[in-house]
T-cell receptor, first 112, second 115 residues
Framework: TQLLEQSPQFLSIQEGENLTVYCNSS?????LQWYRQEPGEGPVLLVT?????EVKKLKRLTFQFGDARKDSSLHITAAQPGDTGLYLC????????????FGGGTRLMVKP | GAVVSQHPSRVICKSGTSVKIECRSL??????MFWYRQFPKKSLMLMAT?????????EQGVEKDKFLINHASLTLSTLTVTSAHPEDSSFYIC???????????FGSGTRLTVV
């Protein structure tokens, strides 16, 4: 069974601060995805990283895939209250029917 | 991108009754759909993989007779919670895999409350 450990579980910061969320596994994934979920809604895909060492930027969000494709990070610069939500990483294993394995999630609250 | 419609968004039912949740892919033919369960403030747990025209594949620990899945067409999968009990209360979410973006599109979820 492939497991993804996500940290921290909870994060409460002030507007304007920076933060990093980590997603770690002992297993190799074909690709890794980051989602954001708001209460009462389904997760929305933010980014997919496929290549080891890959870095993708989405405005103030920077996503990195580890060289060995076992870990990933999400860095948010100058967080805003609108960034508040549940951030989920999810690994994809092409050898296991493309099934998604979710991390435990990071609940972020950005205070104005 | 693909659009997934899930219905109903909220449902309250009495113990012992059955509830059907629909997941529709509005603009993508999905041979495979996924059903997840999410407890409050927790992550998503895969319950089963729904396969069009064949039996669903259930994850370990998920009772197939309690959570009936039907995937009769390329655009519709249903999850029926049979003889519901309060412990079945949860947020149920479906998703489809969209090959074009390596990503998955999720429905907006169904909040089930069993009283």
């Amino acid at each position: 069974t492939q497991l993804l450990e996500q940290s921290p579980q909870f994060l409460s910061i002030q507007e304007g601060e920076n933060l990093t969320v980590y997603c770690n596994s002992s297993s190799v994934f074909s690709s890794l995805q980051w989602y954001r979920q708001e209460p009462g809604e389904g997760p929305v895909l933010l980014v997919t990283v496929v290549t080891g060492g890959e870095v993708k930027k989405l405005k103030r969000l920077t996503f990195q895939f580890g060289d060995a494709r076992k870990d990933s990070s999400l860095h948010i610069t100058a967080a805003q209250p609108g960034d508040t939500g549940l951030y989920l990483c999810a690994g994809v294993n092409n050898n296991a029917g493309n099934m998604l394995t979710f991390g435990g999630g990071t609940r972020l609250m950005v205070k104005p | 991108g693909a659009v997934v419609s899930q219905h109903p968004s909220r449902v309250i039912c009495k113990s012992g009754t059955s509830v059907k949740i629909e997941c529709r892919s509005l603009d993508f033919q999905a041979t495979t759909m996924f059903w997840y369960r999410q407890f409050p403030k927790k992550s998503l747990m895969l319950m089963a993989t729904s396969n069009e025209g064949s039996k669903a594949t259930y994850e370990q620990g998920v009772e197939k007779d309690k959570f009936l899945i039907n995937h009769a067409s390329l655009t519709l999968s249903t999850l029926t919670v049979t003889s519901a009990h309060p412990e079945d209360s949860s947020f149920y979410i479906c998703s489809i895999e969209t090959a074009t973006s390596y990503g998955y599109t999720f429905g907006s979820g169904t909040r089930l409350t069993v009283v």
